[in-house]
């Protein structure tokens, strides 16, 4: 006779987010969580670092690993951004893979999906696949992708959804439910992730700049907290960090005209990480060239972007 489960076990596990760049897993982890957690833009590659948040109920915790996209890149910055999608893989209880459904190659990828089922088929685990912005197409277009997709690994569900407006998302927390161990809660109800409040500013200057530049400026760009200070009379953080890039021609675009362009990104850090703290802010930042950064294993180090 089984003995009766105990009343502090409620579903808990670990849930790896993976896929290509840009396809919203971490628009869709911060609309679950119901607030900002990963940093977000238009860009491919936004996300450089494992980011962990925790989705709380009273019955489940699931607690969601965002990684970097998974893609094919020559620098050292690229390969350990992949290192990490794949050492996360290996680590939790489900993965649920996305795929963005609206681009006009999401059924027409074989390359791409020949290594999904690789990297799903070396780690085992029950999967998930997630079809999302299924908002920006029709039947037709959706109903090949699924088709295509369903070759790749013994999904445990397809789920068409939505990060961006929420759709099928209770269907994606009732089919990790069903997938996960029980246990007791992992984190304490009221921390909604493991990241620090100094690398969570870090990522909020970065988002600016890659919000606020050209296009091909955002890749070549890293942030380091230099300092982080928190006074109580009054209240006032003081934040000193240095935005590195690549060559002289990249610092003058992030500077701008008559320092314009850095006044911009500083402000608008500022606004959102003073709603994040709670506080005043103090942000000063400057800006340093530091040639081939993006292939200095001691720079990627620092950022916490090494998976040895």
Known sequence: MNAAPSPDEITCGFVALVGPPNAGKSTLLNNLL???????????????????????????????????GLHQGRSRLNSEMVKIARRTVSEVDAVAYMIDVSSPEADSRPEQRRQAGQLLQRANLPALLLCNKIDQVGKEKLLPVIAAWQEVYPFAAIIPLSALSGEGQETLL????????????????????????????????REKIMLLTRDELPYSTAVLIDRFREESAPPLTTIDATIIVEKNSQKGIIIGNRGRMLQQIGRSARREIEAMLGTKVLLKLWVKVQKNWTGNMRVLQELGIHEG
């Open 34 to 68: 119901g607030q900002k957690i990963s940093i977000v833009s238009p860009k491919p590659q936004t996300t450089r670092n494992r980011v962990l948040g925790v989705f709380n109920q009273p019955t489940r915790q699931i607690v969601f690993l965002d990684t970097p």
């Open 174 to 205: 009732d089919e990790l439910t069903r997938l996960l161990p029980r246990g007791p809660r992992l984190f304490p109800e009221d921390i909604p992730t493991d990241a620090s409040e100094r690398f969570l500013c870090g990522e909020i200057i």
